[in-house]
Structures are given as C-alpha cells and as structure tokens.
C-alpha cells in the first residue's frame, strides 16, 4: 500500500506476556469487524472486508496497481507460482520459530529452502524480470526474516539476493517509509509466543 501511495490506517493487536499470552485485544474484536473469515491480516477497504494474506494483496493490485500483477497471461502465472514457492518457503522458516526456536537448524534449512528461488531469481532486477510485482514485497519481507535468524548468512550466501533485497528497499516511497521507525515496525518478526524470536 505503501509502494501504490494508498492511505491507510494500521490497528496492531498486542499479545499479551508470557505465560499465558493473552490474546484478548484480538479476541475482543474480531467479532465486532464483520468479516466472513475472522483472521489477521485483515483489510476494510468501504463496504469490501476481506482477510487471508494472498487475497488482500492480490485485491488491493487489481484495485490500485494492476502492473503489480504482471503483464501478460505468462507473467501472472510466474507470479503466481513464485507467490506460491515463496509463501511455503515462509511456513517452513516460520513455523521452527514457534515450535523448536533451534536456531541453527532453522538456518540450515532455511539456507537450502531459498536456493531454488535464488537460483530463479538470478541477476534479474525483480523475481519475474524487470517490473516489481506484489510477490517481491513478499519476499522482501522474507529475506529480512530469514537474514535475522540467519544471523547474515543469508546474505553471504547469497549475494545476488541482497543485492535484489536493497532494489525493493529503495524503490520510491517504500525507502522512505521503511527508514521510518515511528510507520515501519520492522521487528518482532514473530508473536510473543513464538520461542525464537526478538
């Protein structure tokens, strides 16, 4: 949204402290939102309440950016697959970070997770060529995650992943935002509950 220069409002809901890791400022008012699919992230966009991660992206595209899409039917349908690949990349990264919290076994596998999409990715400007897409924000948001738990192994490992991660960090108005720690929270990475986390 940030990247389209949409005006937006942010509700973040704050799990509460160990031990029990109340969940009440969400439990409250998920009810009250009128969502069909009571979950986070969710988005109210007019009389449209739409949740589930992939569909808000894909709507607020088609909405305000259509180029986030890709251009023509092969091209959104490399999206589409990337979006895919890069979405089970992220369940297999942040799925260890709640359950086992093992570090090093998280980097291990989360080093040989990404090669694929290292490998697609090559020296091309954005995942699917030379236009950013939505699935680059994904992964962009991917790689700060998996270069923290990795400690920067990520990105010794893979140059020409960092090298991609600073094209989407500097592309206009996401720069700006994204060096502003009062709009951008960009940690914790994971909820209260999750055993590795920051």
Avoid at 41 to 66: Q, V, W
Avoid at 129 to 158: H, P, R
Wanted: charged share 25%; glycine share 6%.
């Amino acid at each position: 949204m940030v990247y389209l220069n949409i005006d937006f409002e942010e509700h973040q809901y704050e799990q509460g402290d160990a031990p029990d890791f109340n969940r009440e400022q969400w439990l409250q008012t998920k009810d009250t939102l009128g969502l069909k699919f009571p979950n986070l992230p969710y988005l109210l966009d007019g009389s449209l309440k739409l949740t589930e991660t992939n569909a808000i992206m894909k709507y607020i595209a088609h909405r305000y950016g259509p180029e986030l899409l890709g251009g023509d039917a092969a091209t959104i349908a490399k999206v589409e697959m990337v979006a895919s690949v890069v979405g089970d990349l992220k369940g297999q990264v942040t799925m260890p970070c709640y359950t086992s919290g093992d570090r090093p076994a998280i980097t291990a596998n989360l080093l040989q997770k990404v090669k694929p999409i290292v490998n697609f990715l090559g020296e091309k400007k954005f995942l699917v060529g030379s236009d950013v897409t939505y699935v680059d924000f994904t992964l962009f948001e991917m790689c700060d995650l998996m270069n923290w738990i990795s400690e920067g192994q990520l990105f010794e490992q893979n140059p020409s992943l960092e090298r991609y991660y600073q094209r989407v960090k500097s592309l206009p108005r996401l720069s700006e935002y994204y060096a502003d720690d009062e709009r951008c929270m960009k940690r914790p990475f994971n909820n209260k509950v999750a055993k590795l986390n920051n």
